[in-house]
């Protein structure tokens, strides 16, 4: 991020992070400055990561940096059980 304040914005420090971090007052927009650059998060973006229990944090930098677009939708995926062996079924060397 720059080093100068502009106007609109509010300037901010994350210690979870470690990494400086500003939000535009009228759009919402938060942009992060990482250490492979600037990572921009939407207000809607904000919403689902809130609204799932997310935070934002490296690995959404992460994934925001490789996908090189917006989160549009977070789903949950359960791994299957693992399969149930039955007695007299394991063969045992």
Do not use: C, R
């Amino acid at each position: 991020m720059p080093k100068e304040k502009k106007p609109g914005w509010k300037y901010f420090f994350s210690e979870y992070l470690n990494e400086e971090f500003a939000i535009h007052e009228a759009s919402g927009w938060v942009y992060f400055q990482t250490a492979h650059g600037i990572v921009k998060y939407s207000p809607a973006e904000i919403e689902l990561l809130d609204k799932h229990g997310l935070k934002i944090d490296h690995a959404s930098h992460k994934v925001k940096t490789l996908i090189g677009g917006d989160i549009v939708k977070i789903e949950q995926i359960q791994k299957p059980p693992p399969p149930v062996v039955k007695q007299g079924e394991l063969e045992i060397w």
